[in-house]
């Protein structure tokens, strides 16, 4: 006769039984319990409503296309440079094909009749496509300075050469010397393509007092001319985009 312990206590079937509901039991307690939560809210709906430091609060959002509606109005108007476009002026290039066509045919030079855009081109900005190939097109403190100098040779000459020639229609820069302020509205039109009307006098406000007070200085109506000349070869309007 066997004893108890030559018996088995549970059968072959039993012990299966038995594994498959603990082997369910120990996966239940694996599961994380931010599995069974419940909120079904779109991601980038609504902000987390805990207290955490300020950058995982502003990091809520699923994507970068998500709308933001801020909750307080901007306090400043300032705009980034990013979303702008920086002042560019123009290029050499420009310039030599421009100012002969300003000028009737007269241009920059040096004292042996070189032709300074040319000579100075390089230095000035532009690519020689050998040690750059981009050209740069920023108004710097040295395009100011040949600016000013390149102003105020044309401006010379054609101040000299209007004086020369007796057809008033053909002339640069003084068309209308008994009338300043519709010679001003000429030159105007002419260098920064603004058409002031007849009866305004906005927008040559500060050029014709620029002329009375260096007429009243020098007493001489070339240097006036040549003044507002050069005054308005150096402005923005002329050379900046």
């Known amino acids: 006769m066997m004893s108890l312990l030559d018996k088995p206590i549970l059968s072959s079937r039993s012990r299966l039984v038995f594994g498959v509901l603990w082997l369910a039991l120990v996966l239940m307690g694996?599961?994380?319990?931010?599995?069974?939560?419940?909120?079904?809210?779109?991601?980038?709906?609504?902000p987390p409503t805990s207290s955490n430091s300020?950058?995982?609060?502003?990091n809520w959002t699923s994507n970068h296309w998500t709308k933001v509606k801020p909750s307080t109005p901007p306090t400043s108007s300032?705009?980034?440079?990013q979303y702008g476009r920086e002042a560019r002026r123009i290029s050499v290039l420009h310039l030599q094909r421009m100012i002969p066509k300003l000028f009737d045919g007269l241009t920059w030079t040096?004292?042996?009749k070189n032709n300074m855009f040319s000579k100075l081109g390089v230095t000035l900005g532009q690519a020689d496509y050998i040690y750059a190939t981009q050209s740069h097109r920023k108004p710097t403190m040295l395009f100011m300075k040949f600016m000013d100098d390149m102003a105020?040779?044309?401006?010379g000459k054609a101040v000299?050469?209007?004086?020369?020639?007796?057809?008033?229609?053909?002339?640069?820069?003084?068309?209308?010397?008994?009338?300043?302020d519709k010679n001003l509205r000429f030159l105007r039109l002419k260098f920064h393509t603004i058409a002031v009307?007849?009866?305004s006098n906005e927008g040559i406000q500060n050029l014709r007092k620029l002329y009375d007070n260096?007429?009243?200085?020098?007493?001489?109506?070339?240097?006036?001319?040549?003044?507002?000349?050069?005054?308005?070869m150096t402005s923005p309007e002329f050379f900046a985009y």
């Open 30 to 46: 694996c599961e994380s319990p931010e599995a069974t939560n419940t909120n079904t809210e779109t991601p980038g709906t609504t």
């Open 54 to 58: 300020g950058a995982q609060a502003q």
């Open 78 to 81: 300032y705009v980034d440079p």
């Open 110 to 112: 040096d004292s042996r």
């Open 152 to 155: 105020g040779q044309l401006c």
């Open 160 to 180: 000299e050469a209007d004086n020369k020639n007796e057809n008033f229609a053909k002339r640069m820069l003084i068309r209308y010397p008994r009338d300043p």
């Open 197 to 199: 009307p007849e009866d």
């Open 214 to 232: 260096v007429l009243r200085a020098t007493q001489s109506i070339d240097k006036a001319w040549s003044a507002v000349c050069v005054s308005m």
